[in-house]
C-alpha cells in the first residue's frame, strides 16, 4: 500500500533559524495536506496542495508540491517559540476517496 | 467552525474488556475517521466511515470496530482490550466529496492495563 515518508523524524534549531521539513510518497499523490500538532493537542488542517510544482505560502511558512507530486517540503523562515509542534503530512492518491496517508510527522523544538 | 468531540480525555481499562470510544461532529460531514497516534508512528488509520452504517478497513483494523448507526456519530469498539492497545486515539470528520480537510477531536488516551 500507499506509504508516506517524513523527515526529519525531530528537529531542534535556535529561535530565529530557518527550518524544514520533507515528505516523500511511494506512490503518486492526488493532493497532499499539512496539519500542525502542538504539543498535548490535535492535529490542525493547515493547507493543501493540488498542482504539480505548486508553492503556497503563509506568512513565514512555505509549502511546495513537487513536479512529480511525490514529494512535498514545509519551510519555516525565522522560526518563533510558536512554532513548535509536530508538522504531518498527509497524501491522498487519487483512487483512494477520502482516506489520507499520514507521515511520520516531525517534531520541532525551538529553543529561545 | 466545525467541533469534533469525543468522549473522554483519559480511560483506563483492563485486559479483556470490551471499550467503547464514541466520536461526535456537528458539521453535517459526510466522512469519519479513527486514529490512532503512536510515538514515532505517527497517525495509523484504524477504520473510516463514508456514509451512515458504511465503512471501511483502515491500515490496522485488528482488534476494532466499529459503528455508524447516526451522520455525526462514530463509534470505536475494542471487543476485548490488550495491552498493546494502550495509545492515543483520534477521530476526525471531512465534509467529503472535494473537501478532504479533516478536523480532529482532541483525543482519547487510553491505557489498558
Known amino acids: 500500500g500507499q506509504q508516506v515518508m517524513q523527515i526529519p523524524q525531530y528537529q531542534h534549531v535556535q529561535e530565529g533559524e530557518d527550518f524544514t521539513t520533507y515528505c516523500n510518497s511511494s506512490?503518486?499523490?492526488?493532493?497532499i495536506q499539512w496539519y500542525k500538532q502542538r504539543p498535548g493537542g490535535h492535529p490542525v488542517f493547515l493547507i493543501q496542495?493540488?498542482?504539480?510544482?505548486e508553492v503556497k505560502k503563509q506568512k513565514r511558512l512555505t509549502f511546495q508540491f513537487g513536479e512529480a507530486k511525490k514529494n512535498s517540503s514545509l519551510h519555516i523562515t525565522a522560526t518563533q517559540t510558536t512554532d513548535v509542534g509536530t508538522y504531518f503530512c498527509?497524501?491522498?492518491?487519487?483512487?483512494?476517496?477520502?482516506?489520507?496517508?499520514f507521515g511520520g510527522g516531525t517534531r520541532l523544538m525551538v529553543k529561545p | 467552525d466545525v467541533k469534533v468531540t469525543q468522549s473522554s480525555r483519559y480511560l483506563v481499562k483492563r485486559t479483556g474488556e470490551k471499550v467503547f470510544l464514541e466520536c461526535v461532529q456537528d458539521?453535517?460531514?459526510?466522512?469519519m475517521f479513527w486514529y490512532r497516534q503512536d510515538p514515532g508512528l505517527g497517525l495509523r488509520l484504524i477504520y473510516f466511515?463514508?456514509?451512515?452504517?458504511?465503512?471501511e478497513k483502515g491500515d490496522i483494523p485488528e482488534g476494532y470496530s466499529v459503528s455508524r448507526e447516526k451522520k455525526e456519530r462514530f463509534s470505536l469498539i475494542l471487543e476485548s482490550a490488550s495491552t498493546n492497545q494502550t495509545s492515543m486515539y483520534l477521530c476526525?470528520?471531512?465534509?467529503?466529496?472535494?473537501?478532504?480537510?479533516?478536523?480532529f477531536g482532541p483525543g482519547t488516551r487510553l491505557t489498558v492495563t
Open positions: 476526525a470528520s471531512s465534509l467529503g466529496r472535494t473537501h478532504y480537510e479533516q478536523y
Open positions: 506512490t503518486t499523490l492526488s493532493n
Open positions: 496542495l493540488v498542482k504539480s510544482g
Open positions: 498527509a497524501g491522498r492518491e487519487s483512487n483512494a476517496g477520502n482516506m489520507l496517508t
Open positions: 458539521m453535517d460531514h459526510e466522512n
Open positions: 466511515s463514508y456514509d451512515v452504517k458504511m465503512k
